[in-house]
């Protein structure tokens, strides 16, 4: 058995879902399970990513890496590998993950596999299954030369459980590795939005040019607000201006694959099935029922969305807070 | 000043895929072949930034098979690209072909910005511009939805989670990777199209890179097409019954709330 490092965020302090679902998978596994995290946050996870699998943590607690910055980010984590020496590393495929672990892996001379969706460990071995071509193909990645496999998954792709509290990781200071960066994070703009990012997000309630216009957005918001789910939105709304770019889901916006998907007044272009094909359940709400989504979808309603979603609502309001 | 900008050729996303018989890639017959997405986007912010500073020239790259991968160039071409440079090769992964743009960008030389797209439809990887960077030794920002060049440093704005922006400045040279929303990308014009079908792309071939085959990191087998889904459960009844119905199977059947 070897060792697999996890690269493990947060979000102020809280550990981020997906990266729970990689410790768990990482101690399953079998392996010793250790973990890295940044920033001045980083005391306040060590004792969840003990409960959740990892033997030990690293972390560097110089505020400098509050936020991602791709070179401070490089150097700590390759000085940290080399101390630890694991055999696989295990990250999320987020911003920060899929931004710096090519990186890591070209100064370590290794490969890596992005935005995967199925992880097996077998001792030191890792096989990875990643969708290719927009959903249309998934393939088996292999490592071929790669003292160290690099596997980046997408969240929502691997079982939770409860953490046992009575496991506890062993924490490691390290000093800031960083020296001369040629990178500068002049300034953080905050979202508008403080729910879980699309590509997070466990229910993803989405809208078309169906709704009309951007006012009646506010409908999916409520439905989305019962059941704590993220909004998202077609191309043709985001070039529409109804709502922002970052709530685009499709083959120019963002992939996700949350475990419910609701599909409101949305035909189902190639492009948006390409972004949420591989969601778990998909419920398609349209008034023409030759639209293509429905062919995606798991449940089908034919009808008026503006007399549906509301009393979807409700329903939902019902079931979930009684 | 020279602007690089990678683009790669990916198949069209209307395309139906077939998996090949070893089941390591696609059936490329009757694949309709494009310029990846996002590499319209970088290509785009070449050609401005071009426009914007007198004597400064674009070089386009691609790294493929070159008898298809130089009609994405000859597309880039007509898009405003002043010259273009093909890397003969088959097989690569990310991390050779990052090995190969980074090799021949720094024999060509005075790089001061390179543009890559995102990420390409077709593996969906996003790493091909860090690792390149990383070879480079130089700054790298992807995901970027904004971009100034102030004759020394460039500032950019990179699309983080949940609707969030991070302002990045970089010294040059650096890696920008294009995201949608960085600009409108102009269409290729008759002329250009006439001008681009005239001028000679320069051929490298991958083998004479001296870049070694250990340098081929990752390798795809098995592929498979999606298993068939079930077929739709259409909801009757009027649109209470259908509310209720559906939130009875999402809660019974489906096991998801």
């Not at chain 2, 490329?28 to 007198?54: C, F, H, Q, S």
């Amino acid at each position: 058995m070897g060792k697999v490092l996890v690269f493990a965020e947060q979000t102020n302090g809280k550990l981020k879902r997906s990266s729970i679902e990689l410790l768990q998978a990482a101690a399953k596994s079998g392996n010793t399970v250790v973990a890295v995290t940044f920033g001045s946050h980083a005391g306040d996870v060590t004792a969840a990513i003990g409960h959740n699998g990892a033997s030990e943590v690293h972390v560097v607690k110089d505020g400098a890496l509050d936020s991602y910055n791709p070179e401070s980010y490089t150097a700590n984590v390759v000085a940290i590998v080399n101390k630890v020496q694991p055999s696989i590393i295990l990250a999320s495929a987020s911003s920060t993950g899929k931004d710096l672990f090519p990186r890591v892996a070209a100064r370590l001379n290794t490969g890596v596999a992005s935005d995967c969706t199925q992880l097996t460990i077998s001792g030191d071995n890792v096989t990875a299954v990643k969708p290719m071509y927009s959903g249309k193909a998934f393939a088996t990645v292999n490592f071929e030369n790669s003292p160290i496999k690099i596997v980046l998954m997408r969240a929502n792709q691997l079982p939770v459980e409860a953490a046992d509290t009575s496991k506890t990781a062993n924490v490691v200071e390290n000093t800031n590795a960083a020296t001369d960066l040629k990178t500068l994070i002049k300034e953080i703009v905050k979202g508008a939005s403080e729910k879980l990012d699309l590509t997070e997000a466990n229910i993803i309630v989405s809208g078309g040019r169906g709704l009309k216009e951007a006012a009646n957005f506010k409908m999916l918001n409520d439905l989305a607000d019962v059941l704590g789910a993220t909004v998202g939105a077609t191309r043709a709304v985001v070039d529409a201006g109804w709502v922002g770019h970052g709530m685009q889901v499709g083959q120019t916006g963002k992939t996700v694959a949350p475990t419910l998907y609701i599909a409101v007044g949305i035909s189902g272009a190639i492009q948006h099935l390409a972004g949420m094909g591989s969601s778990k359940v998909i419920v398609a709400i349209n008034n023409d029922a030759n639209a293509p989504i429905f062919q995606k979808a798991t449940y089908g309603i034919v009808g008026d969305a503006f007399d549906i979603v509301p009393k979807l609502t409700e329903e939902f309001k019902k079931a979930l807070h009684h | 000043m020279k602007i690089f900008v990678c683009i790669k050729q990916v198949p069209d996303t209307e395309t139906k895929i077939k998996i090949s018989p070893d089941q390591t890639g696609i059936d490329t017959a009757g694949i309709k072949w494009v310029m990846n997405p996002y590499d319209e986007y970088a290509v785009e912010e070449a050609n401005k930034l071009r426009d914007a500073n007198p004597g400064a020239q674009v070089w386009v790259l691609s790294a493929g098979p070159k008898a298809r991968v130089v009609e994405s160039l000859r597309t880039a071409l007509a898009m405003g690209a002043d010259e273009a440079i093909v890397i003969n090769g088959e097989g690569l992964d990310n991390f050779s072909t990052a090995k190969a743009l980074a090799e021949v960008i720094k024999a060509e030389g005075g790089m001061k910005i390179i543009f890559t797209g995102k990420l390409a439809i077709d593996d969906n990887a996003s790493s091909v511009s860090q690792m390149m960077a990383e070879f480079l030794n130089v700054p790298h920002t992807t995901v970027v939805s904004k971009f100034a060049f102030n004759g020394e440093n460039v500032t950019v704005e990179r699309d983080v989670e949940g609707g969030a922006k991070e302002v990045v400045q970089m010294m040059t040279p650096a890696v920008v990777g294009a995201n949608k929303g960085l600009n409108m990308p102009r269409y290729a014009s008759l002329p250009g199209i006439m001008k681009a079908k005239k001028k000679v792309i320069k051929e490298i071939e991958f083998s004479s890179l001296n870049i070694p085959a250990t340098d081929i990191k990752v390798k795809y087998s098995g592929m498979t097409l999606p298993a068939d889904k079930p077929a739709v459960k259409m909801l009757s009844g009027d649109s209470s019954a259908q509310a209720a119905e559906l939130v009875k199977l999402l809660r019974d059947e489906a096991k998801v709330l």
